[in-house]
């Protein structure tokens, strides 16, 4: 069964530190991984997904299958990345849905 | 290009009834997928529509259907409302199907069904 867990529920930390948001995924083949934002008063938004290996808001993620991990990083936070921070799963096989971790919220602080 | 739109925004029933969500994707998107969120819960995924046809189903009972008319805009009902069906529904679309790879999904604003 596809299940992603994102063990923080809030996390908080000051405006110019890094920021780590934790994702963890439970799946027996290679999924595909994303994380999406939603901002306050916003829709939910696709941030980054891990084929692309790219960097959106400065913010990147790695994919580690040994320990089927896909965190989110940032070097120095800013007070607008301050979200919900959602991490979800698409399976290889078939038509699977996409599976979504209960979210973290982030909030800097000035 | 104009934003997938959820009608309507906001939604009261009392337990027993019946209410029909309305979701009009992006122009040129023919996959419509639905979502409840609850703070408990988080996002659920509860269907997905490609071309009129069912494509996948989450694990909601069968008070949960859906359906998707030709020109892609997709309505989804719940019928003998619970308590437990308080939520935030959401509906995201994108151009091809779920299955078809990676694929960006763009999300509605929702809609909030309260049942008392």
């Known amino acids: 069964a596809q299940r992603v867990t994102q063990p923080e529920k809030l996390l908080s930390v000051f405006k110019g530190a890094p920021v780590e948001l934790k994702c963890n995924y439970s799946?027996?083949?290679?999924?595909?991984l994303f994380w999406y934002v939603q901002y306050s008063r916003q829709r939910l938004q696709l941030l980054l997904r891990h084929i692309s290996r790219e960097s959106i808001k400065g913010f990147t993620a790695d994919l580690n299958k040994g320990e089927t991990s896909f965190h989110l990083k940032k070097p120095f936070a800013q007070e607008e990345d301050s979200a919900m921070y959602y991490c979800?799963?698409?399976?290889?096989?078939?038509?699977?849905?996409?599976?979504f971790g209960k979210g973290t919220r982030l909030s800097v602080i000035a | 290009k104009a934003g997938v739109t959820q009608t309507p925004r906001y939604l009261i029933k009392t337990r027993g009834q019946q209410v029909t969500l309305s979701c009009s994707p992006i122009s040129g998107h023919r996959s419509v997928s639905w979502y409840q969120q609850t703070p408990g819960q988080g996002l659920q995924f509860l269907f997905e529509?490609?071309?009129?046809?069912?494509?996948n189903k989450g694990n909601f009972p069968g008070r949960f259907s859906g359906r998707q008319f030709s020109n892609s805009r997709s309505e989804m009902n719940v019928s003998t409302l619970e308590l437990g069906d308080s939520a935030l529904y959401l509906c995201a679309s994108s151009f091809r199907p779920l299955a078809g790879g990676a694929n960006e999904q763009f999300f509605g604003p929702g809609t909030r069904l309260t049942v008392l």
């Open positions: 979800a799963l698409k399976g290889n096989s078939g038509n699977t849905p996409l599976v």
């Open positions: 529509y490609f071309s009129e046809t069912q494509r």
């Open positions: 799946y027996s083949g290679s999924p595909e």
